[in-house]
């Protein structure tokens, strides 16, 4: 069973024995998909090594960091109506391409299905599942799941053709919670996100991460999020929630004074979402206040 609907994208930075598993188990699914990664700038052999290993790979090395923008830079050579982010810990499981394929054929106005993320090597579910699978947002009848906010990258399959046209991944925010201005904005353009829990994606932490800058960028890209897109009133309530909230710690000062002192390029691309947008995004937020799964404790 090939199916040629959708190419993975895989972004990677330094973890070249986690990608050459997940390049391994991709190699293996039924779909037979294309698969692109962004090299962003390892200095652990890991082109040579995916070269070696899996010379069907097509290896962008675009000589420097770029963070989500890799996924960006990966989706212009995509030819395929759908592409499939994964991470170099991640990896999708067999058939569920297909189903999510098969999900964007049927309903011309869904822009993504989030799988079911499984948590390796003990195989439960990741905590956010929970919320997904019982999101409050409420659709339109003919969504075949929940309707979502926003959407987790390394789980998620999207329309190519409204990726691009959204813009993709802000080139600001780097990496930690990009996900939410992209998502937005997929929804300011008239597109619904649907969460699917018959389609599973694996996900085995890799443990070469810095979980504290990570937190770090999170904080701060909720923040420029919640400037660039929400209205006064629904922006400065969150973001004094979060300053209550979050760790008091040196990440957390550190996210808002990097959010601060970039007010002046906020303030030039603010654009305020549609009301029902907007409407969708409270119903969540308010939902998510008492969630453990959201909190950036790192």
Not at 125 to 136: G, Q
Not at 137 to 157: Q, Y
Not at 178 to 197: M, V
Not at 281 to 294: D, F, G, M, Y
Request: proline content about 8%.
């Amino acid at each position: 069973m090939t199916d040629p609907r959708t190419t993975v994208v895989v972004i990677t930075h330094n973890r070249c024995p986690e990608l050459l598993r997940t390049l391994d188990r991709l190699a293996k699914l039924p779909e037979r998909p294309a698969v692109i990664v962004t090299d962003n700038a390892s200095t652990d052999g890991t082109a040579g090594a995916v070269a070696r290993h899996h010379p069907d790979v097509r290896l962008l090395r675009p000589g420097r960091n770029l963070g989500a923008v890799g996924r960006n830079l990966a989706v212009r050579q995509v030819r395929t109506p759908y592409v499939a982010f994964c991470d170099d810990d991640s990896w999708w499981a067999p058939g569920a391409l297909s189903g999510a394929a098969d999900l964007l054929d049927r309903h011309p106005a869904l822009a993504s299905v989030t799988a079911r993320i499984v948590v390796e090597p003990d195989g439960t579910d990741d905590p956010i599942t929970e919320e997904l699978r019982n999101s409050p947002i409420p659709g339109p009848g003919w969504l075949p799941g929940p309707a979502l906010g926003s959407f987790l990258a390394a789980a998620t399959v999207l329309r190519t053709d409204a990726f691009r046209t959204a813009g993709g991944f802000h080139p600001r925010l780097w990496l930690g919670g990009e996900e939410e201005l992209l998502a937005a904005d997929l929804a300011a353009d008239g597109w619904w996100l649907t969460y699917a829990d018959d389609l599973t994606v694996h996900h085995q932490p890799s443990t070469a991460r810095d979980s504290t800058l990570r937190r770090t960028h999170g904080i701060r890209n909720t923040l420029w999020f919640t400037w660039l897109r929400r209205p006064a009133g629904p922006a400065l309530r969150r973001t004094l929630h979060l300053a209550r909230t979050v760790p008091r710690d040196r990440a957390s000062l550190r996210a808002f004074a990097e959010a601060t002192a970039a007010l002046p390029w906020v303030l030039r691309e603010r654009r305020v979402l549609p009301t029902a947008v907007e409407s969708r995004l409270r119903t969540l937020e308010h939902a998510q206040r008492n969630s453990t799964a959201r909190r950036y404790t790192g």
